[in-house]
Every structure is written in C-alpha cells, then in structure tokens.
C-alpha cells in the first residue's frame, strides 16, 4: 500500500490534448497497458532522458524527435531495453502505425516504454493496443493514461494545477509511474506533463530540464537508475499569447507556476515506491554547497542499512553517522548534528545530552518523519524524499517477472 496518497481530485483537460488508453496484452493480461496521447498542430515537445548506458531503444528515438511534435504512444509490461536494432525497429514501427492511424507523420510521434528489460515487444500487441487507445482517445482520458502506464505502482498519479503567465489563464496536468529501480539521473521513470501555455522548443526543453531538477532529481526509492526514465513537457500554445521563450520574466512565471505540480508527482511516487511503509524526507543543511548537501542526502537515503533502519523503525544513529561519514564530501564529524523530526540525536558528532532511545523510536515509528543533517559548514541546503526497505520490496523484486 502507498504510504498516505493524497486523494488524486479531479484532472484539468488541457485544450489541444487527447489520451486514450487499451487492454493491449503487452505483458498484462487484466487490465490497460498502452496509452496514445495525441496533440494538435503547432504542440511542441521537450524532454529530459535517463543517462544510463544501456538506454532504451525508445529513449533513443524519442530523444531524437523533440521538438513539433503530434503524438506519443506509451506501453508497461516490456522495457524494449537491451533489445538492439530490432528495438530500434520496433520501436520506430510502433510510431509509424499510430501516425497512419491518426493521420500524422512518423518522425511526429514519440514512443515511450516501461516494464521488463531484455525482451521483444510484442507488436501485433502494440498494433492492436494502439487502434484501441485511438478509438477512445479524449481530453479528459488523463485517469486512464495514467492506468496504463503503470507497472508495480498500486494506483495511478496525477495531479492538475491552474494559474497566471504573463497575464494569461494557463492550465496543465501531468502524469507519472514509477515504483522500484527509481533513482534518477535526469528525471524520472516515465513522467509526463501536459499544458496549453505556448512554448518555444527550446523553452519546452529547458522547462523540463528545470523542473526535473526541483522535484524528479530529489527522489530515489533503491538508488538505481532504469534504462527508460523520461520526462516529457508538451505545450499546446492553446492558451494564445506568443511563445514563451527562455530566459524571460514569462519563463520563470511558468517555472514557478509548475513547480508545485511535479514536486507532488515526486512525492506521489515516493509515497508508492515498491514495499513501501515510510516516507522519509532528507533535508542536509549548513552545506559548503548544494552539490555536498546532496551527495550526503543522497547517500543516506540509499544506505540498504539506513533504509532496513527506517523500516523497523530503530533508531540505530549510528548507521546515519556511517552514510554521512562515507559520502565523500570534506566533513568534520565534530561540527555534525543530527535531528529526527524536532528530536536531536547527536550534537557535534557525539549524542546530545538531552537525547533518549524512547524520543527516536517515537519519531521513527511514524510513517512520515524527517532527518535532518546539519553539516557547520556553509549556508547551502538541499533536500531528498525516499523511502524504507521492506520484505515487500524484495518479494516484489524477486517475484517481478513471475
């Protein structure tokens, strides 16, 4: 179960954006698995793509299209990772029949996918898939994009936001999925952001850059990056106005504005990560610079030990004194303080006087708490989500293709 998911609430249609979704049989059996989302003339694409080597064969044709753009197609189950040229193949085909079906070129759609790494698609499933999710495709088909694009998650995340840029009413919506082999590099697992602001290609590329670096680049669940993250920005200009372009006063007023909104997809995945009981924030302060303070984090939140710590909900201080010590950044243990929550663990390296066992197991035996790291080194401060290691995580893992 996901460890307290806000109520998803209702999701804004986005003007010049049509989603449909299908029971294609990719690998699921029961339910929906492949989604298209459609965009009208003149929509732009931006996007941030995992740095993992051995990259999906659709990452590496997405990555290639961005830019105008008029659909994207979207399958769970299989990975079409370590696929070689026949990925490739197979991916650009699966492209090629959702741009004669819906009257497009190919070298305009962009495919996504997600689920197990080293096995073929199944294309007279992604073709049948594909005529499907045409079919029912439409504004308000977001609920059941995100349905489909899932793989281990348990529900669906999505979240709307509605403000004002450079005078004009601006809406979007975004999507993610993502449960296990989560650690960012660029953004994360499959995310995708819909809005009716008007961008320049290069501005949609820079939002998604930005916006991945606030929210998706703040997460880990197990500390591995997958060979298909990618999140994706598209701008239908349906909102009027000329394009935004970046750098502009416009530019950060959308920034600020969509903020918010992947900064909750982030949390949301963190809340659902494979196993999960906690929902742990790691906020290092007093860094020499924002670089350290997130090399600790980081470290931290992907310690197997710290995370076993946090699932039990032992308060064993020592093994976050053992992740700061081996992050690698230049620190004096003497200027180290440590808090749970309010609760303070240790004070110049050494336990705090006022500290008892009973306080810590207090904070730790909530299902959302946070640790605090103060470095006495600087004025730089950062901050992670992550979450606990259970018997979960490792059913779930060693069960995966079962």
């Given at each position: 179960?996901a460890v ?13 954006i049509?989603?449909?979704a299908?029971q294609?049989g990719?690998?699921?059996r029961?339910r929906?698995?492949?989604a ?7 929509s ?18 997405a990555?290639?299209?961005l ?6 197609v ?10 070689g040229k026949?990925g490739?193949?197979?991916?650009r085909a ?6 004669a079906?819906?009257?497009?070129e190919?070298?305009e759609v ?5 689920g ?5 698609l199944d294309m007279?499933?992604m073709?049948?898939g594909i ?6 495709a ?22 709307s936001?509605?403000g004002?840029v450079?005078g ?9 999925k993502?449960s296990?082999m989560?650690?960012?590099d ?7 952001l819909?809005?009716d602001?008007?961008?320049t ?12 670096e ?9 500390g591995?990056t997958s ?5 994706v920005?598209m ?7 000329d ?10 007023e ?9 900064v ?5 995945t ?14 290092v ?31 064993n201080?020592?093994?976050f004194?053992?992740a700061?010590?081996?992050a690698?950044a230049?620190?004096?243990p ?5 808090y749970l929550?309010?609760v ?25 708490f ?25 059913r ?5 293709r079962?």
């Amino acid at each position: 179960m996901a460890v307290n998911p806000p109520p998803m609430g209702d999701l804004t249609p986005i003007d010049g954006i049509s989603l449909g979704a299908a029971q294609a049989g990719v690998r699921y059996r029961d339910r929906l698995d492949l989604a298209v989302v459609l965009l009208d003339p003149g929509s732009v694409v931006g996007g941030v793509f995992t740095r993992n080597a051995f990259c999906a064969a659709p990452v590496v044709v997405a990555r290639e299209r961005l830019g105008g753009a008029r659909g994207l197609v979207i399958n769970s189950g299989n990975a079409n990772a370590a696929t070689g040229k026949r990925g490739l193949a197979d991916a650009r085909a699966t492209c090629a029949h959702l741009a004669a079906k819906s009257g497009v070129e190919e070298h305009e759609v962009l495919p996504f996918s997600t689920g197990v790494i080293g096995e073929f698609l199944d294309m007279d499933a992604m073709r049948r898939g594909i005529d499907a999710a045409v079919a029912n495709a439409r504004p308000a088909g977001w609920t059941d994009a995100a349905r489909a694009i899932m793989t281990t998650d348990t529900e669906p995340k999505a979240v709307s936001v509605r403000g004002t840029v450079n005078g004009r009413g601006v809406n979007a919506t975004g999507m993610v999925k993502g449960s296990g082999m989560i650690r960012p590099d660029m953004a994360t697992m499959l995310a995708f952001l819909g809005t009716d602001a008007s961008l320049t290609a290069s501005a949609a590329n820079a939002l998604a850059r930005d916006l991945a670096e606030r929210s998706f680049n703040r997460l880990t669940i197990d500390g591995d990056t997958s060979t298909n993250d990618a999140f994706v920005v598209m701008a239908t200009g349906a909102a009027g106005g000329d394009a935004i372009s970046s750098p502009s006063d416009a530019y950060d007023e959308l920034l600020d504005l969509l903020t918010p909104l992947v900064v909750e997809l982030a949390e949301r995945t963190v809340r659902d990560g494979e196993g999960a009981t906690k929902f742990v924030t790691v906020r290092v302060e007093e860094g020499a610079n924002a670089a350290e303070c997130l090399q600790v984090a980081y470290t931290i939140a992907h310690s197997p030990l710290v995370k076993t710590a946090l699932f039990a909900g032992d308060p064993n201080w020592g093994r976050f004194c053992m992740a700061i010590g081996r992050a690698g950044a230049d620190i004096d243990p003497d200027a180290v303080d440590l808090y749970l929550d309010d609760v303070q663990v240790a004070s110049g390296g050494l336990v705090a006087q006022t500290y008892t066992e009973q306080a810590g197991a207090a904070v730790m035996s909530q299902d959302e708490f946070t640790v605090r790291v103060l470095l006495g080194r600087g004025t730089a401060t950062e901050t992670v989500w992550t979450s606990d290691f259970s018997y979960e995580y490792v059913r779930i893992n060693a069960e995966y293709r079962s």
